[in-house]
């Protein structure tokens, strides 16, 4: 493993979340000193990411964000969440966008653990509507191109990531049902979509396994589904503090 990429890790996770999290403190609290409501309201209970994920060493590549994109800290939360899964299971990515979090994911699972991720082809129609902006988001160059065009050192990694076409809400997910040792939620932010692709995540993660769902409190249609889905079934989510990530364990 790289030095440059095991020092992306140690930030990321010890330096930039750590960071992130006094960051939102202050501005929550500058905001209701001025009586400013912005953004999504989250009502989920919070965790660190350490109360919920193991603190294994993690390694991360391509650090640099760009739109669309899982921020530093939400990566290597993620990137924790995947050195953590039982060495028999696998990664479903529900929503590929440019394969970043695909890699890295694959990179810090166990070396057996295979990578399935999923994305919506730009001239396919989508059962539900999508959400107000993310057309672009389905509309770009290539599809997972970060482990398509992986260095040579992450070849072996990218080579265990298999690369789905379809629409989440009609996919015939039934081959990967309870395989799953970590399911990824971050496909359209639709509400419908969100709801939909909740109940495929339930039928593929293993016993013991994990679901994350990514921008909570960030689209509406996100914040509005999960809140639906923890008032109705009380499942116990917990929102990742720092992040807009938020996590179930299938106990």
Known sequence: MSLAARLNGLYGRS???PVTILSQSYRRASRRLRGVQRGQETRLPQ?????????????????????????LGELAVLASAASG??????????????????????????AQARVFTLD????????FALAPGERAFVEKPRSGRHFLEAAP???????????LFGDS???????????????????????DYVLADTETAFRLVTQKGVVIWHDYGVWEGVTRALGQIEASRH???????GTSLVVWRNE
């Open 235 to 241: 499942l116990g989510l917990r929102h990742v503090r």
């Open 153 to 163: 050192e992450w070849a072996s990694a990218a080579g265990r990531i298999t690369q």
């Open 85 to 110: 899964i039982d060495g028999g299971g696998d990664i479903v990515e529900i929503g590929t966008f440019d394969g970043r979090t695909s890699l890295n994911l694959a990179i810090n699972a166990p």
């Open 169 to 191: 809400a009609t996919f015939d997910w039934s081959p990967y049902a309870a395989r799953a040792s970590l399911v990824f939620v971050d496909g359209s932010h639709a509400h």
């Open 47 to 71: 965790a660190a990411w350490h109360e919920v994920f193991p603190a294994k060493p993690i390694v991360l590549v391509q650090p640099q964000r760009k739109q669309g994109d899982v921020n």
């Open 15 to 17: 330096i930039y979340l």
């Open 120 to 127: 919506l082809p730009p001239d396919a129609r989508s059962k």
